[in-house]
């Protein structure tokens, strides 16, 4: 059971998000990769509306958001980048192998910088353009984007079990990016990419991560009159 | 002078882009890493409309973008995952000492998904939006996101010459997210940003990797009658 109060590995995550958020907080990137890897972590939990803005919390990450990593000597941010770090712990999540390893990465990366920016923005457009009446417009102009980035990701995973032989950072980051992808039809056009999520999403350890998010936001769940 | 048609390495650019592309293709950021470590590269060229859509471009680069980085053994894309792999190479991109190099890495994916998403957000309303009677609300809708991003990106930096002790992969990138961010005013509210990307690119590696890059466009520019 990797949250454990002394682990020596600290992850900063929320007490409480709104339901919009459940479950998509991203230090859902780093338990899920710890629980694969089974190394212990203990939770560090920013509390209240505005915790976040803490000078301590910039100090450890600039843009006021989580996870933020901590380990001896090292303090890290960027969910990204931490995955990076644990992998170069344990093969399960990066391989050895120079060339395997920098594919893994490559797909990791695209993930988070040629996929995601297109589904978050499709995402925004919903959120920034809500009652307003361009909203739909804004919308349709900017699905083809991420339609067509899923549509390339979709053939170039085939009927694969993972982006490359075996299961990496490169997939657990893209199968996150893709489940936060709500936008109806969006994934679902590609039966390969719904099998994709399912593969990832079923694995013990992304369960396991998953309990452990929601598990906090029930204990601090605000009481509402 | 790194660009060698000798050279082991490849990378995969265009050999023509409108004016609004020039200068920000993103195989400037390979080529910036490899005149830093006058490491010597072969261009590969994609030539005219569509050419990065062939079925072995998609092969290398399932989304048709550049570059697409080669050497013996190795097809790499994503500018970020071919960074590290050259920063592996020598520590002029990334240190090797392990904690530094992990918050290298932070900063270069802090880049491409926590800034680099926003900026880019911000140019696709104007981009998408053109004619449209809701541009310039769409604009302001996702302005803010980029400003906070800056802003926080400002205060991180404060008076530092570079985001960490030295200049890594980290700063390379960063500096060329903020390069590309044309919107008027954005960066410019903050003049360590200012002072920051000029450092950046006035390093001679820059101005070697610029003029590649404008070399080529210049050579096969469409003959207009």
């Known amino acids: 059971m990797p949250v454990d109060p002394e682990a020596p590995i600290e992850v900063t995550a929320y007490n409480w998000v709104p339901p919009l958020a459940v479950g998509l907080v ?23 509306a505005g915790g976040e803005k803490s000078a301590g919390h910039i100090a450890d990450q600039p843009f006021g958001q989580v996870p933020v990593y901590k380990e001896a000597g090292l303090t890290l941010f960027e969910s990204g980048a931490i995955l990076i770090h644990l992998g170069e712990k ?3 999540l990066l391989p050895h192998d120079p060339n395997f390893r920098a594919r893994a990465i490559g ?19 919903g959120f920034v353009g809500a009652g307003r009446d361009w909203q ?14 899923l549509a390339q990701l979709s053939g170039a995973l085939g009927e694969k ?5 075996s299961f990496t950072i490169g997939d657990l980051v893209m199968i996150d990016v893709l489940r ?31 309990d452990a998010q929601l598990a906090v936001f029930e204990r601090n769940e605000p009481v509402t009159a």
Not at 26 to 48: C, F, H, N, Q, T
């Open 26 to 48: 991203k230090d859902m990137r780093v338990r899920w990769a710890l629980e694969e890897i089974e190394l212990p972590y203990r939770e560090r939990l920013l509390g209240g």
């Open 90 to 92: 344990d093969e399960r």
């Open 107 to 125: 797909w990791m990366i695209a993930a988070l910088n040629s996929v995601e920016p297109f589904t978050q923005m499709l995402f925004m457009m």
């Open 136 to 149: 739909e417009e804004a919308k349709d102009a900017v699905r083809p984007f991420a339609e067509m980035r």
């Open 161 to 165: 079990e993972w982006l490359e032989d």
């Open 180 to 210: 936060a992808a709500r936008e109806p039809g969006l994934v679902a056009a590609h039966p390969n990419l719904v099998t994709y999520v399912e593969r990832g999403t079923t694995r013990p350890a992304f369960k396991a991560a998953m």
